[in-house]
């Protein structure tokens, strides 16, 4: 991608992977799908997905079929390292490879694994967006550490996902970063 949208008009994902959600991937889909429809409504034209297991790839993949309606949509994949998600199972290496194909861009943050390859990623995405989308369940890890950075940057606005089975909750929150 030559021109890389200015932050304000950058939004990025985070969220747990399907073995750490606590609910089925369908409510968080359609909260995603809600989300991203929002995020457009609000001029958002560029989305970066950590091409992760679960709500990464989820999120990329709605935003590649809003791209098919909206060509000046674009999806960045920010990939913590060389030879991430290679050798996943479950259909999650080959959903990978697909996104990691039709992406506008990608963007390896580092050559090769270490352990600070995932939070390097991480920053990377909140440093280049004005909007975080999470779905978050309150479990320590790579969600929380991206949205605790995002909160000390003070330049991210972080609208989680509202992941309550239906009714038992008020919708979606959009919370703005304490200071």
Not at 32 to 46: S, V
Not at 89 to 112: M, N, P, Q, R, T
């Amino acid at each position: 991608m030559k021109d890389f949208p200015d932050r304000p008009h950058c939004c990025c994902f985070t969220g747990h992977r399907p073995e750490k959600l606590e609910i089925g991937p369908d409510l968080v889909i359609r909260r995603l799908d809600e989300a991203i429809t929002a995020a457009i409504g609000r001029g958002y034209t560029a989305f970066i997905s950590g091409a992760a297991k679960g709500v990464d790839l989820w999120a990329a993949e709605l935003v590649l079929e809003r791209r098919l309606s909206r060509p000046e949509i674009r999806l960045v994949c920010a990939v913590p390292y060389q030879g991430f998600g290679l050798h996943w199972k479950g259909g999650h290496s080959e959903l990978f490879a697909k996104v990691i194909w039709e992406a506008d861009a990608v963007h390896y943050v580092c050559d090769s694994y270490s352990r600070s390859a995932y939070q390097r990623r991480n920053e990377w995405m909140v440093d280049r967006s004005s909007l975080l989308i999470a779905a978050y369940t309150g479990v320590s890890g790579g969600t929380r550490n991206t949205i605790e950075y995002a909160r000390k940057q003070d330049a991210c606005e972080i609208q989680y996902l509202e992941l309550a089975a239906e009714g038992q909750a008020e919708e979606g929150r959009l919370r703005r970063p304490q200071g």
